[in-house]
């Protein structure tokens, strides 16, 4: 809101084809008066970021048009009321390939970088996916890979960090308990909200509801692993087997049915 009075009134024409387009506008770099507005800090030394979702449009400033994951981050917010208001549900994520058969995982993003047999059968590398009626994609494509649109994820896997083992390994769950573990976002005693740090439109608990009625309708199957055991991290290979059994739906619906913090 700080920069939003600097904005060029721009004609009210359409600019675009599009329904609703985004404009970016372009700084070089930012000025006395704007530092002055957003505060002092050396936090805005790289640049400033802005993403104005009533006007549907992006504000870079200074280096920030070289920053590839705040512009992301922004894009992100930017696109994603547009892709709620035409039918897609544009969640925190990421798409899995592997099998002939999509995967949507959750998880945090230290589990996702440091497995690297995760990554290599990752669509894309980048957070965010889009899922509709029958369809899904990834809002950031990998470059060796062309967009395109994948089915809709046969399986949705929910990755937790849990050093206590109050949490079992491995546990099928309902689609209200799926969209819990998603909007807590658990992580070794901290909560990230639909494992998503950067800014969003929507409010997460709105989110994690509009999850559970995917969920709910398709009657996807859904599991939670627990990135952790015995409070050491699992590594990438028994990560990604315990992904692949839940591809197949070869998993019971608890590893420790006789725990009763598990429960």
Known sequence: ??????????PDRAISHDTCPLTIY?????????????????????????????????ILC????????????ALT?????????RGGLPVP????????????????????????EIQDVLVSTDSGVVICSKQSSVLFPTKSRPPQLFTKPATVVVVSSDSTDALPLVSKLSPGQAAYHFL???????????????????????LANSLFLHLKKDKTPTYLINAKSSGKQI?????????????SNG?????????????
């Open 235 to 247: 590594d990438g290979k028994d990560l990604m087997r315990l992904i692949e059994l839940a591809q």
């Open 251 to 263: 998993m019971p619906d608890s590893t420790k049915p006789e725990d009763t913090r598990g429960k």
């Open 62 to 73: 200074g280096k920030a048009f070289a920053d590839s994951a705040m512009l992301k981050d």
């Open 77 to 85: 917010a930017l696109a994603a009321p547009i892709l709620s208001a």
């Open 93 to 116: 994520g990421w798409l899995l390939s592997s099998g002939g058969s999509i995967v949507l995982l959750f998880a945090p993003v230290e589990v996702i970088k440091s497995c690297s």
């Open 184 to 206: 807590a976002g658990y992580e070794d005693g901290k909560f990230i909200p639909a494992y998503n740090r950067a800014p969003s439109p929507f409010d997460q608990l709105a």
């Open 1 to 10: 809101m700080s920069l939003s009075n600097i904005l060029q009134k721009i």
């Open 26 to 58: 372009v700084a070089s770099s930012i000025s006395t008066n704007v530092r002055n507005a957003l505060g002092s800090g050396t936090q805005y030394a790289n640049g400033v970021a802005v993403a104005d979702i009533e006007r549907s449009s992006l």
